[in-house]
C-alpha cells in the first residue's frame, strides 16, 4: 500500500508525515457532487532516505500488515458475536425448560462481542506502545 505526502517534522530515524485520505469519488470531487471534503492524517514513518521538512515523499505499508489489521479489526468481532450467540444458546436450553434460549443467546454474544473490542484495544495499544514503525518512507519525491 502506498501513498504520497508532506514531511512536517523530522526527528531523527523518524518523519511525521502528512498525507490526504483519497476520497472514495476517486479524487473527482466536482464531477462526483458528493459534498466530501478529503482530510488531512498524520503519520509517523521511519525515514530510510533522510527526507527533510517540507519535501514531498512517497510512503509505504507492507500489505499483509494491513490485512492483518483489517482482520482483527472486522472479524474479530464478528466471530465474537457468532460464537457467543451459539454458547448462550447452548447454555439456555440446558437451563431450566430452555424457553429463554434466545434471551441468554443474545445477551452472551452481546457480552462477547464487548470483550472483542476490549481485545481490540488492548491489542491496538500494545502496538503502538511497541514502537514498531511499521510505515516507511520509500523514496523522495521533490
Known sequence: MENIGIVKKTEGNEA?????????CGESCASCKGGCI?????VEALNLPKAK????????LQTKKVLNAAI???LMPLLSIFIGV??????????????N????????????LGLSFVGIRIWDRSR???????????????
Open 38 to 42: 478529503p482530510t488531512k492524517n498524520y
Open 53 to 60: 521538512k517540507g519535501q514531498r515523499v512517497k510512503i509505504e
Open 101 to 112: 434460549q434466545e434471551a441468554v443467546g443474545i445477551a452472551t454474544g452481546l457480552a462477547f
Open 16 to 24: 511525521v508525515v502528512e498525507i490526504q485520505r483519497t476520497s472514495a
Open 86 to 99: 451459539l454458547l448462550g444458546i447452548w447454555a439456555g436450553g440446558n437451563m431450566g425448560d430452555g424457553s
Open 128 to 142: 503502538k506502545n511497541s514502537k514498531k514503525v511499521e510505515i516507511v518512507i520509500s523514496k523522495i519525491i521533490e
Open 72 to 74: 482483527i479489526m472486522y
